[in-house]
């Protein structure tokens, strides 16, 4: 499951929930097949090896042989799968419920829909959302090194970057108002990396970084990236959960298209 921000201190749960809900379609796409078996599995123990036994609706008995035990195997898998898919569905039914009955202005949204003028008068129990990421926005960094000044490579923000590819990045996180930091610095236990894009997530607030490899057929350059993701995951950021990586090499360049496909996978757009 994946954390809110450390510094924000209110719990979304409808964050949480949508989460788990993606997580769960997600499974139960896999599932979709499942059904329950005709034939019920018994297992015994004897003489230290399993014996395996199928009985059918009218309680007939059949032992698997030990050159069946694919059968046994796949009937097995079966009743896993269909009560999997039976739990999944009943886990979304209490979450559709819970939200459907969740009230209109919750605690955590309350403050951000009062008046300006009532919002003077009041001290929230907590920042709101809106101001932790216009907060996190506006936080100063200081990037790895400068870029050329004639390098023709700036984004519709007004940055200056270093390829065509990370401007397309960049470019579409901010159609979708993604807010992002390029090469704002990440201390990494004993070692400070410079993430190409750094990913605030605005419906969980959570941070994502974004690595894209753009010369993977040069060794020197594709040995520096190994090194700087074993040091993402020396520090418990693994690829697929806030770790993102796109990728190209002179013969398969990145492409808008993939770029969605990634947005629209990690982000609420």
Known sequence: MKKANDNYKI?????????REDYLNNALKLLNNAKEPISNLKINKRNNR????????????RYIKKEEEYIAKENAQETYNYKIKQLILSELKSINYYKSHLPNVTADSLYDKLSPGRKQL??????????????????????????????????????????KSEILIANMLYKYNIPY?????????????????????????????????????????????????????????????????????????????????????????
């Not at 719990?11 to 989460?19: A, D, F, G, R």
């Not at 936080?139 to 940055?159: L, M, P």
Request: proline content about 3%; charged content about 30%; glycine content about 4%.
């Open 11 to 19: 719990v979304c749960i409808l964050s949480l929930l949508k989460e």
């Open 122 to 163: 009041i001290t929230p129990i907590s920042e709101s959302k809106e101001e932790f990421i216009a907060k996190w926005e506006k936080a100063e960094y200081e990037q790895k090194y400068s870029i050329n000044v004639g390098a023709d490579y700036i984004t519709e923000k007004g940055e200056r970057v270093r390829s």
């Open 181 to 269: 930091h390029y090469e704002k610095p990440l201390k990494l236990k004993n070692r400070i990396i410079y993430p190409d894009f750094t990913i605030l997530d605005t419906f969980s607030l959570k941070e994502y970084y974004w690595e894209h490899l753009g010369m993977l057929d040069d060794p020197e350059y594709a040995t520096k990236t190994v090194v700087k993701l074993n040091s993402y995951e020396e520090a418990g950021i693994f690829t697929g959960e806030s770790l993102i990586l796109s990728r190209e090499c002179k013969d398969a360049p990145l492409s808008t298209t993939q770029i969605k496909r990634i947005i629209k996978h990690y982000f609420s757009v």
């Open 50 to 61: 399993f014996v395996y036994l199928l009985y059918d609706s009218l309680g007939q008995k």
